[in-house]
């Protein structure tokens, strides 16, 4: 068994695998990192594999507690990927973006595909049918854009998440509802019709903890999986035990 750990910029977010059957997943904070997995390790005592991608401040030490129990690998620039890295500064491109590349290679071959991870940021990330990782783009996530216009502004409210009651607000609440969560979805919109204007045979994957809440917003066919990250690390090691 694999227990995949992505470690991102708000939460911990695992899951056990055997083979590439998830199991269970989990999401825990930072400060309980140890404590959470050694709970998972003793409901999941066969697994055998530590594997994580980190996009955040947790230092290695952090792991290094189950050493002695587990196979410990953490993902790397360093590491053989299935596409080929046509990013212009690749040493700069995120683990996760790589591991989210690697796992739309391996899952949907020999068709373009756009990654969304609607997640703190939202990144989008393109691999064409060739295989080639051509770049993407990044912009704020749903809770920074509510965060953005409370800290920024002298008067307007921090809210939190809901769907707009109209597009056109009636008061100052339904105003920044319908401008964060219309805008990231218009955003949204616009690049996949972007994308679509220069690709054909497109595959489109949503994902990150905001997934659930975007997808019946997006006017295009999108698949739409909250775990696809943990899946694609589980993937991503498993290509790397192919090919070392």
């Given amino acids: 068994m694999i227990l995949a750990v992505d470690v991102g910029n708000t939460r911990i977010k695992a899951a056990v695998f055997e083979g590439n059957t998830l199991l269970e997943s989990f999401v825990f904070l930072k400060k309980t990192l140890q404590k959470s997995i050694q709970n998972i390790l003793e409901k999941y005592h066969n697994t055998t594999h530590l594997v994580v991608a980190s996009v955040s401040d947790v230092e290695k030490l952090a792991f290094m507690e189950f050493q002695n129990a587990l196979n410990i690998y953490f993902v790397s620039h360093n590491d053989a990927f299935p596409f080929i890295n046509c990013y212009e500064t690749p040493q700069t491109l995120g683990i996760d973006r790589m591991v989210l590349a690697a796992g739309a290679t391996l899952q949907y071959p020999n068709q373009n595909r756009l990654v969304i991870d609607a997640g703190t940021c ?48 009636k008061s100052t609440s339904e105003s920044i509802h319908s401008g964060i969560v219309n805008g990231l979805t218009f955003e949204m919109d616009g690049y996949i019709a972007e994308i679509m204007g220069q690709y054909s045979k497109i595959i489109i994957i949503l994902t990150g903890g905001d997934a659930v809440f975007l997808a019946k917003r997006l006017k295009n066919t999108i698949f739409a999986n909250s775990n696809f990250l943990l899946e694609s690390l589980n993937q991503t090691f498993q290509y790397k035990i192919k090919n070392d």
Wanted: hydrophobic share 35%.
């Fill in 122 to 169: 939202v990144t989008y990330d393109f691999i064409d049918e060739n295989d080639n990782y051509l770049g993407g783009a990044i912009s704020p996530g749903l809770q920074l854009r509510y965060e953005s216009i409370h800290h920024f502004t002298a008067k307007l409210p921090l809210l939190t998440l809901e769907h707009p009651k109209s597009f056109i607000g």
